[in-house]
């Protein structure tokens, strides 16, 4: 099953590198659960990890957890695995890394469930127009991640695809209207005086149309 699960996980994983320009790099410490919105062939058990993904360029969704050993109390150790989080966001021919807090302990683990904060790291600097969130759920051996997903993106939750693909639809409409804004102001200042009072006096006749 495992291997089954390993090798579903390289199909899914690794489409051609000539075709991928997003390369994510994943540290120790953090399990892949899927990858817009297929199952990365994770294990139940927390303890397996991918140095690396490639993707093709655009809108992609990571749905990850911290997964690591940890102290719990005096010199005991136990296995911490957080909720699962999510990261919706558009790139392009970039190298990007997740970035989460060095977790200790038992006790940061139970914080960091309650306000988890993470980045997608490129060039040093965390990336712009991420959408995060957190996905609560109460893991089993039995859990279908792939399932719960893709029920996710049928929201209108924050990181959901449905949700991202409207605030940037929203975005571009804003950008365009902002371009149209600044193109009218430069035409107007390159304008003659008389062009200034004939565009004015046009702009004042159908101002209400």
Do not use: C
């Amino acid at each position: 099953m495992k291997l089954t699960k390993t090798l579903l996980a390289s199909l899914i994983l690794a489409p051609s590198l000539a075709y991928s320009s997003v390369t994510i790099d994943v540290p120790s410490g953090i399990q892949l659960l899927t990858v817009n919105g297929k199952d990365a062939g994770y294990s139940n058990f927390g303890f397996d990890s991918k140095d690396n993904i490639v993707l093709d360029n655009g809108v992609n969704q990571l749905v990850f957890r911290i997964s690591k050993i940890v102290m719990e109390t005096g010199s005991d150790k136990t296995k911490f695995k957080s909720q699962p989080l999510v990261a919706t966001f558009d790139a392009k021919d970039k190298d990007i890394s997740i970035s989460v807090p060095n977790i200790k302990t038992l006790q940061q683990g139970m914080e960091f469930n309650s306000k988890p904060t993470f980045e997608l790291v490129s060039d040093s600097k965390a990336l712009v127009g991420v959408k995060k969130d957190q996905l609560g759920l109460t893991f089993s051996l039995t859990a279908d991640m792939a399932q719960e997903v893709k029920d996710y993106n049928q929201t209108n939750a924050v990181a959901s695809l449905s949700h991202y693909s409207q605030s940037n639809t929203k975005t571009v409409d804003i950008q365009l209207d902002d371009d149209v804004h600044q193109s009218l102001k430069r035409s107007f200042k390159s304008a003659s005086y008389e062009e200034r009072k004939k565009f004015l006096t046009w702009a004042i006749s159908n101002l209400e149309e």
